[in-house]
């Protein structure tokens, strides 16, 4: 219950932002972080939680914001529906990719290229039809209102992914403390083991890659809602997907604050990316490949990792003290 007081109280400070923050500018960044926040957490669930590693997370955030965006547009159907529907169609995209990989067996590697196989055929797709505007993209058109999932200001937006993402944390909290979650991960840790302590392991794995699918499809239909513009580049690319995972990498795999922490280190290093070397087409993506590669050499368990040892060190430091003083 620490860990659930301890996220509560984070979450009651993040949430202190539109009364203290002024600058538009400022509040969007904090908008950003908890989007971030989002998506990383949702491919922690199955790739930290479950070791399932996706490269292919776009298929859920791309159906959801098209899932929203096409409803809205083409058929007037309020947005508010439209992020349940949202939800839905990712929750369902990711129930196919999980029976399609997992009732075989797929794992790794396997596993992460049929997930951005899958992706890219979402890409294509929406390139090709003609309800998502092809490649063209599809325009939401502007309509403030709260009634239309649009504000005015910002504190509105930031109150609905602010939730989310809040939902998102509790489930995670809820995953390290259930029976589901010890399930998953022991089916990470050693899956034939699992199976033999009689874990039915494609079902916990179905169960991880549906979660993880809906709160990256949210993250998508908030993405829709809050810039009201898509494209299969933006919804299905590959920069989504690499967020998606970079993001508790960073901040530490398997962990309830570690995409918390990832989102906002990610954020950092995009600002100064910006600032010291300005707008470039796929830079972004450049420097998170430099920043997994990194993180994978020489920090392994991110910056969760980290402040765990800097804890950890001055308890180290008193007890070789009082070996020397034993001597």
Known sequence: MRQLALLGLVFAIIGLAPFVISSDFTLNAVIMILYAALVGQAWNILGGYGGQFSFGHAAYFGTGAYTVAVLQVQLGINPWLGLIAGGAMAVLVAAIIGFSTFRYGLRGSYFALVTLAFAEVLRILSNSVPFTGAGVGILIPLDQGPANLQFVTKQGFFWVIWLITLAAFVTVWWIGQSRFGAQLMAVRDNEDAARALGVEAFRVKM????LSGLFSGLAGVFYAQYFLYLDPYIAYGPAVSVESLLVPIIG??????????????????????????GEFPGISLVIYGIILIAMVLFMPRGLAGLASRLRARPFGTRAKAAEGSHA
């Open 207 to 210: 169960g991880a890659i549906m």
């Open 252 to 277: 530490g795999l398997g962990t309830l604050f570690g995409p918390l922490l990832g989102a906002l280190g990610l954020h950092v290093i995009s600002e100064l990316t910006r600032e010291f070397i």
